[in-house]
């Protein structure tokens, strides 16, 4: 049964209905990907960051932040990593390499964005009620800072286009739990994504939401909840890119 709603459902709902009644309504687990470890590595270590500076005022010495992205990809795979049929063979060097990403990323973090940031909220925990929508939306925001600005930190093996920084849900969402959070909503709703091409670089994304994103945000929410009540999953297209057994753990 479901008790509660995120943006990471909406979207694998939206993505492919099948995959979401196996995960959710079976409870069938499959492990992420070796892109979304490496992203969890970089994410504790920035939490970790942000949480000392608002002790201290003062960002962490960069070997620290290395380390605990280090430590927490680790923690990670623990937990399991998907891998593709004919990836297998090369998995030990993919997740070898994949520390050497996290870490360069959380470098690049505390180098290039963390100086310039001082956080208010930090992996805060909002739950977003929407009209019409009979449940809870849990949100937790990445970060809001002092300066009233909703930043959403993404790791990436390639440039984020503009248009996807738009297209994303999550922005509407956090700045209505933002305004439920505050009673205002934020100055400015950033993605700043760290890029893992050759020679790692940093996006900061600005994108803007209003009062109809919102509504269709929740319009998106309300047919969700009757097609999992009317037991309607629609899977994804035989020929979307998520549909093969590269991209997805539940394709067999």
Not at 88 to 115: I, N, Q, Y
Request: net charge negative.
């Amino acid at each position: 049964m479901i008790e509660h709603l995120s943006i990471s459902q909406l979207d694998m709902f939206t993505r492919c209905g099948e995959q979401y009644r196996r995960r959710y309504i079976e409870g069938e687990i499959v492990p992420p990907g070796i892109a979304a470890r490496i992203g969890t590595g970089v994410h504790k270590a920035a939490e970790t960051n942000w949480r000392e500076k608002m002790r201290t005022g003062r960002d962490m010495p960069l070997d620290a932040v290395q380390d605990c992205a280090a430590k927490a990809y680790h923690k990670a795979l623990q937990d399991g990593v998907f891998f593709a049929p004919d990836e297998l063979p090369g998995a030990t060097l993919a997740m070898a390499e994949g520390k050497d990403t996290a870490v360069s990323l959380a470098t690049l973090f505390r180098r290039d964005l963390a100086p310039s940031i001082t956080p208010a909220l930090v992996e805060e925990k909002i739950i977003l009620d929407l009209p019409g929508v009979d449940l809870p939306i849990v949100t937790i925001l990445d970060l809001y800072t002092e300066d009233k600005a909703l930043r959403d930190l993404k790791t990436s093996g390639k440039k984020w286009s503009e248009d996807k920084a738009h297209a994303s849900h999550q922005p509407t969402a956090y700045r209505e739990a933002v305004k439920q959070a505050t009673g205002e909503y934020p100055a400015q709703l950033l993605f700043d994504v760290l890029v893992s091409t050759k020679t790692p670089g940093l996006q900061s994304l600005s994108t803007r939401r209003d009062e109809q994103d919102t509504a269709i945000l929740a319009r998106k929410f309300q047919i969700m909840c009757a097609s999992i009540n009317a037991g309607i999953f629609q899977p994804a297209q035989s020929d979307h890119w998520c549909c093969s057994p590269k991209f997805c753990g539940y394709f067999f």
